[in-house]
């Protein structure tokens, strides 16, 4: 059973000339008949979507640990915010939001309980055992973690969808490519959209969540010219509207703003450079999916916002020391004594060896789990 050319000649017709069509696919690593009605690109979104590390997001840490309060970002819910965003940016641009939504879909597979402490931590406790990296370990899990499909491990997805794992980056994120996904070439534009989806995402709602956890104030962003603007305007609109309204309509504002410059700028750079391809965007050999030098900067002051303020915050870093001394804590005791491991993992023990089977292990944890085999391992009063 192959995919209908149907299906496949419908979508190019509405693709850019520059958009990955699922029709000029590399394809799957593990050949397997397609879908008589779902493109490449959709099924490797459904294949996401029903996998075990992507469930696990729901308890995995954006900012607040999830026992903090209900209403705070997850992993999951992070996830589903760049997945929207991503979304409308490619069909803004007639680019193929099947694939976006895949490749944000997965950007977060690879990340560990506790946020980017949990990736600090994993990170210092694999050097000299082939070393820990977010990006990478997403990549691991949809190559060779999941166990699904009978003839291959992990979830057989497209090339372009990988390589949209392998090449995420921001400035948290610097991967070592590896060489099968081309590390001298841009990725699809799918996959550069996902980047910035991913940044629009994050800096709007840390500010939401920082606002309602109280660990920043409205005043404190004064200074701040994307939320200060926006809020003015949206204060004198709607002036007997209570916080909770201005907030929230300040912050579409600006996700609103920082979409649609960067369709604006995505445009001129592909008028610009005269781009017709696929290849075209590949050989820039880097991202052309940015900000125009204004709202750039506007970003820039944000982002510095946040991280002096909420990111800093005396009750984020206890958290992240509390969650750095909980992860070395559980990595030391399976490592002194691996049958602590649960049986179905201390088997593979041999065949991936001590250090990353028990950093495969915790990086799967979500925070709750963590946290309660911390307790199981260590509370001589709690049930093992």
């Not at 000649?9 to 394809?27: C, F, I, Q, T, V």
């Not at 705070?72 to 680019?95: G, M």
């Not at 028990?358 to 979500?366: E, F, L, N, R, S």
Request: net charge neutral; proline share 4%; glycine share 4%.
């Amino acid at each position: 059973m192959t995919v209908s050319n149907t299906f496949a000649d419908l979508e190019a017709k509405r693709l850019a000339p520059y958009s990955m069509s699922s029709k000029n696919s590399k394809g799957r690593r593990h050949e397997e008949d397609e879908h008589p009605f779902r493109t490449v690109f959709q099924r490797d979104r459904d294949r996401i979507i029903h996998c075990n590390a992507f469930r696990r997001l729901e308890y995995k840490t954006q900012v607040f640990v999830y026992h903090e309060g209900d209403h705070y970002r997850t992993r999951l819910t992070h996830t589903i915010e760049v997945s929207q965003i991503a979304r409308t940016i490619a069909r803004a641009l007639h680019l193929n939001e099947e694939l976006a939504e895949g490749i944000a879909l997965a950007h977060d597979l690879g990340h560990p309980p506790f946020g980017h402490t949990g990736e600090k931590t994993l990170t210092q406790l694999m050097k000299g055992y082939g070393g820990f990296e977010h990006n990478l370990h997403s990549l691991r899990i949809v190559e060779y973690l999941e166990r699904r499909y009978p003839g291959f491990k992990g979830l057989n997805l497209t090339w372009e969808v990988r390589e949209g794992i392998v090449k995420h980056c921001s400035e948290h994120d610097r991967p070592d490519v590896l060489k099968e996904y081309e590390p001298k070439k841009a990725p699809c534009l799918e996959a550069q959209i996902v980047d910035v989806a991913d940044e629009i995402a994050y800096n709007n709602h840390d500010i939401d969540d920082g606002l309602s956890s109280e660990m920043i104030d409205v005043e404190q962003l004064n200074d701040v010219q994307l939320w200060q603007g926006n809020y003015k305007n949206i204060k004198k609109a709607l002036p007997k509207e209570e916080f909770k309204i201005h907030k929230s309509q300040a912050i579409i504002k600006i996700i609103n703003q920082q979409v649609t410059d960067l369709i604006a700028q995505i445009s001129k750079e592909v008028e610009k450079r005269k781009i017709g391809s696929v290849e075209d965007i590949r050989d820039i050999g880097e991202p052309i999916a940015r900000f125009s030098p204004d709202m750039n900067k506007k970003n820039t002051e944000l982002k510095n916002f946040l991280k002096k303020n909420l990111y800093s915050h005396h009750r984020v870093i206890r958290m992240a020391d509390k969650a750095d001394r909980i992860l070395k804590a559980l990595f030391k005791v399976y490592s002194d004594e691996p049958q602590l491991l649960p049986p179905h993992v201390y088997a593979e023990l041999e065949e991936k060896g001590k250090e990353r089977l028990i950093c495969d292990y915790i990086a799967g944890m979500t925070d709750r789990f963590a946290l309660d085999e911390y307790k199981k391992l260590f509370d001589p009063y709690e049930r093992v």
